[in-house]
């Protein structure tokens, strides 16, 4: 995989998990504590919608566990400005309801959840540290993190950022997130809870800054 945003690597960095449901705020906050400590930042969402544009787009079935577990262990994801599988850019449909709609089931496959998360500890041992938002970041990825956050926010506050995807939508992926048998999105030992419902960004990432 090639990159996404700051960091050369070899220095040492923080290394911020970040975990939390749909529309939490993983990664307007994860974006700016990024910036805010000229670190890299990770968004392992976007790989997991990566591998699912591949499965539809090579007219895999998304619930053939061996088929799609081959798709994601053949593809090349970069993680630049712009998201690339194997040269074409996905950016934005990988944000498109069909991604939406298969991403979860994508995602709760061991085989593709194997591949990623090297790929994901890879980034980080390259970048010498950076955040990383997703759903098993604190639990599977990085659990010895210097930093471990989860991310919540109100049910409704949370439907009104993914107005685009639609609350059905959003909750329905929760659902299968969370009760998946696979790395299941849930508290980690030793995260800290941040609600972000009534929070601006910059007094998060002050707050936070100050837990390093
Ligand atoms: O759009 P939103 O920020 O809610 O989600 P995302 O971070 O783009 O992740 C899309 C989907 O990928 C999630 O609904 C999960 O099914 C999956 N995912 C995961 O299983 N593990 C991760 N570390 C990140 C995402």
Request: overall charge negative.
């Amino acid at each position: 995989m090639t990159e996404q945003s700051a960091g050369s690597g070899g220095q040492d960095k923080p290394t911020i998990a970040i975990d939390g449901p749909a529309g939490s705020g993983k990664s307007t906050l994860s974006r700016a504590l990024g910036q805010k400590l000229g670190i890299g930042r990770l968004d392992t969402g976007a790989m997991y919608r990566s591998v699912a544009w591949a499965v539809l787009d090579q007219g895999v079935d998304p619930s053939d566990v061996d088929a799609v577990a081959d798709v994601a262990r053949r593809i090349d994801i970069s993680m630049g400005d712009l998201v690339t599988v194997d040269g074409t850019d996905v950016t934005e449909a990988i944000r498109q309801d069909p991604v939406n709609h298969a991403v979860s089931l994508v995602a709760a496959n061991p085989g593709v959840r194997q591949v990623l998360v090297e790929r994901q500890r890879e980034w980080v041992v390259r970048h010498g540290g950076g955040v990383v938002e997703g759903r098993d970041i604190c639990s599977v990825v990085l659990p010895d993190a210097d930093l471990k956050i989860y991310l919540t926010a109100s049910e409704e506050e949370r439907a009104r950022r993914r107005s685009d995807e639609g609350a059905s939508s959003v909750a329905r992926r929760d659902r299968l997130d969370s009760s998946r048998t696979v790395s299941p999105l849930a508290v980690a030992e030793g995260a800290r809870v941040v609600d972000t419902t009534d929070r601006s960004v910059d007094e998060l990432v002050e707050e936070i800054v100050t837990w390093l």
